[in-house]
């Protein structure tokens, strides 16, 4: 089921949601105050403002477990460059309301299958888990405990990770700070409890089944304090540094956090033009209308109009009409223009007879149709 989120939600929606020491809300939300003396943000990602309208329009009581889908612009402040804008679009979707492992699969096997149909060859999937919050206290507790002393090592955004959110230093893009915390921690897996670790393990198992490739990343944080569990990326080498096409995870944790019952979630977003940039060839996409009405004179015009009109409504059929008044030569010379697969053309002769001459303008082969058939033939040609 489609869900559609406002652009412009409260920034505490994304504060609480995300993280007061994530990069994004600290450097590249776009916030404002409005005339209300409200502080108000352009949508810099997805997922939150879904389950605000999860909670919102009463979906948990009213459907419970639910599998919704998504697209459209998100905006961070970012400086733009190859992989990066300002406005960017993303399709995504969210399964709310299943703590299953099965259901981390089918969202992953998800995001694999649509990067397939539309021809993308060559991406990975790196995968990992954060475990609870339990666990992510300890991870954060180790890791402040393996870098405790060595914080000149880091780099200088990691350095204030260090002490305001320690796992974004696992997040970092950095690459001679991510190699040295590499070399002395082992990663996530490590602090993973019992139930989370046979979580993960039963997430794996059904990819194998599915016969989904992946790789497990042990460093793989993502860069959102409501993932819990199961995170995963996909990534692919023609985008350079910025290589991530998408992401997602599981977020246990935030309807509740949004103030409604405790409800397992498992999600994940594409960037739209960071997966047009990993195509090998864009596709594509057929050009052209389906039909032009050609046509001499004032009555024959209306009888095109009417005709294409019940074109247009009942077959979802695309047709143009001329509408600056031009000659029947320059009428075709527009059909070509505009890619038309067929002409009808209505002289004099037609209307008398109540007829259309239909021109195939590939073969340039043309045939009269009687005015009572021509709907029924040209739905034939063209409705599958």
């Known amino acids: ?46 997922t939150a403002s879904v389950v605000r309208a999860y909670l919102e329009n009463n979906l948990v009581n009213e459907m419970g477990f639910v599998k919704l889908f998504y697209m459209g612009p998100m905006f961070r402040a970012e400086r733009p460059q190859a992989g990066r804008m300002r ?3 993303q399709i995504g979707v969210e399964a709310i309301g299943s703590q299953s492992p099965h259901l981390d699969a089918e969202v992953i096997a998800l995001m694999a299958g649509l990067l397939d149909s539309l021809g993308v060859i060559g991406y990975n999937i790196k995968i990992n888990s954060l475990g609870c919050p339990k666990d992510k206290i300890a991870l954060a507790d180790g890791l402040r405990k393996t870098l405790s002393g060595g914080q000149d090592r880091l780099c200088d955004d990691c350095k204030v990770r260090y002490e305001k959110n320690i796992l974004r230093i696992l997040d970092c893009k950095n690459e001679s700070c991510r190699n040295s915390v590499r070399m002395i921690f082992k990663g996530t897996p490590e602090c993973l409890c019992p139930d989370c670790k046979s979580h993960f393990d039963s997430v794996r198992r059904s990819l194998d089944e599915l016969k989904i490739n992946y790789t497990v990343d042990p460093y793989l944080v993502r860069g959102l304090d409501y993932y819990t569990k199961t995170t995963f990326e996909v990534t692919h080498k023609k985008l350079g540094a910025q290589d991530a096409i998408g992401a997602g995870g599981r977020y246990d944790n935030l309807v509740e956090e949004l103030g409604g019952p405790a409800r397992g979630a498992c999600g994940f977003a594409l960037g739209m033009e960071r997966t047009v940039m990993a195509l090998d060839e864009t596709p594509v996409i057929p050009e052209g209308i389906c039909l032009y009405f050609a046509t001499m004179g004032e009555e024959e015009y209306r009888v095109a109009f009417n005709i294409a009109n019940e074109l247009r409504t009942r077959g979802g059929i695309s047709c143009e009409l001329d509408y600056e008044g031009k000659s029947l030569k320059a009428q075709m010379r527009s059909a070509d223009r505009l890619g038309a697969k067929y002409t009808a053309i209505i002289g004099e002769d037609e209307l008398k007879a109540h007829t259309l001459t239909l021109r195939n303008m590939a073969t340039k082969e043309q045939r009269a149709l009687p005015e009572h058939e021509f709907v029924a033939e040209i739905e034939r040609i063209f409705v599958k």
């Open 1 to 46: 089921m489609e869900i559609r989120t406002p652009v412009i939600e409260e920034s505490s929606l994304f504060v609480r949601s995300l993280g007061e020491g994530t990069d994004i809300v600290e450097k590249q939300m776009f916030t404002f105050i409005d005339r209300g003396e409200r502080s108000i943000t352009l949508r810099p990602e997805a």
């Open 87 to 89: 406005q960017f679009h």
